[in-house]
């Protein structure tokens, strides 16, 4: 064989080698960005996530100072949730839309809170003409019928299980995407190795 071919034939090894570098370089990087995008996504639910809780147990808070108290004060944050929560559940539902399951949980999230608001603005509407006329005897039907049941306080461990189901499940994604993400970057380092010597 001629010196000439010979020079031709490692060339084309290195030019070959060289490639499948940086085609699997390429591929694998492609991994890595896409876990990190996913990372960063779940980073936004999770905060999402959060603040959702945050704004319904402020929302329960409000309510318990206002039929405490009567001080219509109360019920600014509560109105202010009424207000915040339905953009921020939209917005949650867009983050998660790809996962039917993480969907679901959030849809019975946003049901029982629904269910929760209606049983507030009877309290919150009971307590006013009670505040108004003086007479309790609505009021009191409703603490008799609903309170003393822990209608609410049952719809409030509903939505606080809910969350916690929705963030354990969050996690796990989380913690399979950085696994995913730690595998990929060690491939890509063995390859560039391997191809290096």
Do not use: C
């Not at 949650?92 to 999230?109: D, F, P, T, Y």
């Amino acid at each position: 064989m001629k010196v000439s071919t010979q020079i031709f034939l490692a060339f084309l090894i290195v030019l070959t080698l060289s490639t499948v570098d940086t085609i699997s370089n390429y591929l694998l990087s492609l991994k890595v960005e896409q876990n990190i995008n996913f990372l960063n996504n779940s980073q936004d639910i999770m905060r999402n996530s959060t603040r959702l809780h945050k704004s319904i147990i402020e929302m329960q808070n409000s309510l318990r100072g206002f039929l405490l108290t009567g001080d219509n004060d109360f019920l600014e944050n509560y109105n202010e949730g009424l207000h915040n929560l339905d953009p921020l559940f939209r917005e949650q539902e867009k983050r998660v839309e790809s996962n039917k399951a993480q969907l679901s949980v959030l849809k019975s999230i946003e049901e029982l809170h629904t269910k929760w608001i209606a049983y507030a603005d009877l309290l919150i509407v009971a307590k006013k003409k009670t505040m108004e006329r003086g007479s309790s005897v609505t009021y009191n039907d409703l603490f008799e019928n609903i309170l003393k049941e822990k209608v609410g306080k049952n719809l409030n461990d509903s939505i606080t299980k809910k969350f916690m189901d929705f963030d354990r499940k969050e996690y796990g994604l989380r913690k399979i995407h950085r696994e995913n993400l730690i595998t990929s970057i060690k491939k890509t380092h063995s390859i560039s190795f391997f191809l290096l010597f």
